[in-house]
Nanobody
Framework: VQLQASGGGLVQAGGSLRLSCAAS????????MGWFRQAAGREREFVAA????????YYADSVKGRFTISRDNAQTTVLLQMNSLKPEDTAVYYC?????????????????WGQGTLVTVSS
């Protein structure tokens, strides 16, 4: 599975961005997809995830109510709508795909990773 993330950029605090992650290759093996982020000097952390077949979603507490993850009908593209952005949301955002069920908040559950897209939120 190959993942291509896009949609990052510079936005003022309170603004919105939408990230997109397009999957290609053996996507039929994909059980779920997720977004993680890594700020400078910090570890990569979970942001949101979705189970492709059921549409069940998961969110980190820090983004609940502000971010929304969704997938298209073909289940090959996952979006992350980010609203009410804060400076602390600044990070490189990575999309990832996992072939099995399991804890969607754990990095180890994901076998495939995109290249990352930078989100910068200015105060």
């Amino acid at each position: 599975v190959q993942l291509q993330a896009s949609g990052g950029g510079l936005v003022q605090a309170g603004g919105s961005l939408r990230l997109s992650c397009a999957a290609s290759g053996r996507t039929y093996n994909t059980y779920g997809m997720g977004w993680f982020r890594q700020a400078a000097g910090r570890e990569r952390e979970f942001v949101a995830a979705i189970t492709l077949s059921s549409g069940t979603t998961y969110y980190a507490d820090s983004v609940k109510g502000r971010f929304t993850i969704s997938r298209d009908n073909a289940q090959t593209t996952v979006l992350l709508q980010m609203n009410s952005l804060k400076p602390e949301d600044t990070a490189v955002y990575y999309c990832a795909a996992r072939p099995y069920s399991g804890n969607p908040e754990r990095l180890i559950a994901y076998d495939f990773w995109g290249q990352g897209t930078l989100v910068t939120v200015s105060s």
